[in-house]
């Protein structure tokens, strides 16, 4: 009964993920179709040459990077708990973020000096 449920659980999950990212993938198709047909409509426009491929240009550099910016995954910013925060959000943060414990903090600075350290002594394969 247990295994059943926790199955079903878990199929839920990945359905409501796979929606999120077609939701996603929807609206950048839709940004980018706006593209085309801003640059389809100036083409026809009584601009000179010039003008037109500023404007477009101008155009569709905007609208691809907001395209684009649906696609980066977003910062989040790590707020250790403390008895002043209390759990709730700083004022200095902007944005998503997560609360976390001191130790958790500590562990992974420790593995991102470890990282760099073993990075920085490794020495190349020499070539004979």
Known sequence: ???????????????KVMEAKA?????????????????EAMQGSGLGDVEKKQEIKKYVIFLYKKAMSMTKKRETTYVVMSKRNKG??????????KLVDARLRKDVRGKMRADARRKKFTTPKRRK
């Open 88 to 97: 709730k959000k700083p004022r200095s943060v902007k944005g998503r973020y």
């Open 1 to 15: 009964m247990f295994k059943a449920r926790d199955r079903a659980v878990n199929v839920r999950n990945l359905k």
């Open 23 to 39: 939701r996603k993938q929807r609206r950048f198709k839709k940004t980018m179709q706006k593209v085309v047909k801003k640059a």
